[in-house]
């Protein structure tokens, strides 16, 4: 056995190599697919850590695939990560008020794409931080449409920038919600809806970015932290960028099929310490402008990428755990009163909206409002949820005890101060320049 050692370690060894290659870490894949990072390089234990991460999260969305409650935990997780994402901002967005939104838009008649609409709504609902919520709200919009529409395999073209604005658009949310009642009826948004094509060197980076992004040679999270980095420097949007680098970090994921229909909550590793995660971008967006990616550089930003997937995947775990103890106490405190189907759909339809009206409940389960109305009271009658005041004319129900435990989720998952992302992003380039100019005079 001894002898064979030497022979396994070689087989081992050019395992490994190949495992390299295969996965694009190898200089030679680089500059074939990707020229514009021919010079990164990560080593093997590494792609280690980003392989493992990437596994438990393709684990979690074959998980939660199966799940009876898949429907409400994707809309429980797109609620956290959308929290989350505000408070990257420096934005305090309530979990109750993101729902609550959620419902006044479900009783008014007009279309959610309309975003005047949406922020005359958030003023008139006298919700705390309408801004915010309205923001959230759009952007759980986006993060959905994404999984709906970007599958395994599929071609990104250059439209996907006009898609996404169309979808999300925080500078003309902001607008909106700085005017008085008086003047959202006169406000004409922006009419561009993605970059402004014809500069030949901005065309060349888009060109790279859609080469990028239509990859298959990279690990799925070194894709995304890339195409982070690289819309950092294409800047295709005016205003924030962190939220869309996040949406398109999901069409990688979606493309590339580590997920499929699940939500992997994004912004929490991010949410968790947002600081350390701007200096991060910071020294990433430096180093691929200076194609100056040094083996320390690159295993830092890498292994952030790793922890920040490994702490979406275990957030989405805890919140398919809360979600299954949830239902089971449901279930319990139903029997004990009355159970029949409609009562029991009805039940189930509050972990996927919180705040419910009788009307709303009606329409989205397809009975009639007299056998949905005798539900809710029944509902009512176990504990199961309580009223919550009123939406326009109708009586508003909440389930409250998932509120409180999503909203405890979301407070454990978001750093003590508010901090704005981009304010230290600019202050850590702006220190930079002062750093090199200071030295370069020197």
Not at 54 to 70: G, Q, T, V, Y
Not at 418 to 435: A, F, M, Q, S, Y
């Amino acid at each position: 056995m001894l002898q064979l050692a030497p022979v396994f370690r070689n087989i081992i060894s050019l395992f490994m190599r190949w495992f390299a290659a295969l996965i694009g870490l190898s200089r030679e894949s680089a500059v074939t697919k990707l020229p514009r990072y021919e010079g990164i390089f990560i080593d093997l234990d590494t792609a280690g850590v980003l392989a493992s991460s990437e596994s438990k999260l393709a684990h979690f969305d074959a998980m939660a695939s199966k799940c009876k409650l898949r429907t409400a935990l994707k809309r429980q997780l797109l609620r956290i990560d959308a929290i989350c994402s505000s408070s990257i901002d420096g934005r305090r967005v309530r979990y109750e008020d993101v729902a609550t939104l959620e419902a006044a838009v479900m009783n008014s008649p007009f279309s959610d794409d309309d975003n005047t609409s949406l922020v005359r709504l958030a003023k008139k609902s006298g919700l705390a931080n309408g801004l915010g919520d309205v923001v959230c709200y759009r952007y759980m919009k986006t993060v959905e449409w994404v999984s709906r529409n970007i599958g395994a395999g599929m071609h990104i073209d250059q439209n996907i920038f006009s898609a996404v604005r169309r979808l999300y658009n925080e500078s003309e949310i902001g607008l909106l919600s700085d005017l008085e009642e008086s003047g959202i009826d006169d406000f004409e948004p922006d009419a561009r809806e993605g970059p402004a094509f014809g500069n030949e060197q901005y065309d060349e980076l888009l060109r790279e970015y859609v080469d990028l992004v239509n990859s298959n040679t990279l690990l799925v999270s070194v894709q995304a932290e890339l195409s982070h980095a690289h819309l950092q420097l294409m800047k295709p949007y005016a205003g924030n960028l962190d939220a869309f680098e996040r949406i398109f970090s999901y069409v990688v994921f979606y493309r590339r099929g580590l997920l499929t229909g699940s939500i992997a909550p994004l912004a929490v590793g991010p949410s968790l310490n947002v600081k350390q995660h701007t200096q991060s971008i910071a020294s990433n967006m430096t180093s691929i402008a200076k194609g100056s990616f040094t083996p320390e550089i690159v295993k830092a930003v890498f292994q952030s990428t790793a922890f920040c997937t490994n702490i979406s995947t275990r957030v989405a775990q805890i919140c398919m755990n809360v979600l299954d103890a949830l239902w089971t106490n449901a279930q319990k405190k139903i029997d004990a009163v009355r159970s029949d189907s409609t009562v029991m759909d009805l039940a189930k339809l509050f972990l996927e909206w919180p705040y419910l009206t009788v009307a709303i409940a009606a329409e989205k389960l397809d009975r009639s409002f007299s056998a949905t109305n005798n539900a809710m009271h029944a509902l009512l009658k176990c504990g199961y949820i309580a009223e919550s005041g009123r939406l326009s004319k109708h009586r508003l129900f909440c389930a409250t005890e998932l509120v409180e435990a999503f909203q405890d989720v979301a407070n454990r998952v978001i750093s003590g101060k508010p901090l704005n992302r981009d304010t230290i992003l600019t202050e850590i380039l702006e220190g930079t320049e002062v750093l090199e100019g200071e030295l370069q005079g020197g």
